[in-house]
Nanobody, 120 residues
Framework: VQLQASGGGLVQAGGSLRLSCAAT????????MGWFRRALGKEREFVTA????????YYADSVKGRFTISRDNVKNNVYLQMNNLNSEDTAVYYC??????????????WGKGTQVTVSS
């Protein structure tokens, strides 16, 4: 499965963005998907994950109640709806394939990221 994230941009604090990740490969509907992010000068961190069938979702505490992950196994896409954004959400966002581990994800690999910048 190959991954390409899109939908990033510049948004004011309190605003919303929807990221998309297009996947190629017939195995998409069999893999768990997630989003990670890396802010400037920081390590990449887990944001959210969704199980292969969409029945289970997991969120980092910092985004609970603001972000929503979803997937479309027909279109081979995974989405990240981000609401009430703040400056701490500024980062490059990556979609990933991985294994669910507890309430987080152990990533196997990432696609190219998309930049999200939140202005205060």
């Amino acid at each position: 499965v190959q991954l390409q994230a899109s939908g990033g941009g510049l948004v004011q604090a309190g605003g919303s963005l929807r990221l998309s990740c297009a996947a190629t490969g017939r195995a998409f509907s069999l893999v768990n998907m997630g989003w990670f992010r890396r802010a400037l000068g920081k390590e990449r961190e887990f944001v959210t994950a969704i199980s292969w069938n969409g029945e289970s979702t997991y969120y980092a505490d910092s985004v609970k109640g603001r972000f929503t992950i979803s997937r479309d196994n027909v279109k081979n896409n995974v989405y990240l709806q981000m609401n009430n954004l703040n400056s701490e959400d500024t980062a490059v966002y990556y979609c990933a394939v991985g294994a669910i581990s507890g309430a987080t994800m152990a990533p196997h690999y990432w696609g190219k990221g998309t930049q999200v910048t939140v202005s205060s």
